[in-house]
């Protein structure tokens, strides 16, 4: 099951939604929902785009982990455009 890290409470993977932003507690890697295997895992893909992972341990990110992934991801983004 996945866990949250804060609380220590238990987050199934049919609870985490599609397209949310969740924390893989494992890597230490923050990546989208994109889907959920057999009740124990949790498909996660960069925000930035990549390759899917299994993460079985995952966690909601606080608002401030949120905006830095973000903002990270939108200067990454436009430094590959070139602006």
């Keep these: 099951m996945a ?32 889907g959920r295997d057999g009740g124990v895992r949790v498909q996660l893909r960069p925000l930035g785009g990549g390759r899917e992972w299994d993460a079985d341990r995952v966690r909601h990110l606080t608002p401030h982990e949120e905006l830095n992934i973000r903002c990270a991801a939108r200067d990454e983004m436009l430094r590959r455009r070139g602006l």
């Excluded at 609380?7 to 989208?32: E, F, H, Y």
Aim: charge should be negative; hydrophobic fraction near 40%; aromatic fraction near 0%.
């Design 3 to 34: 866990t949250t890290e804060e609380d220590g409470t238990t987050v199934a993977p049919q609870d985490c939604k599609l397209g949310a932003l969740m924390m893989d507690i494992s890597r230490g890697v923050a990546g989208i929902v994109m």
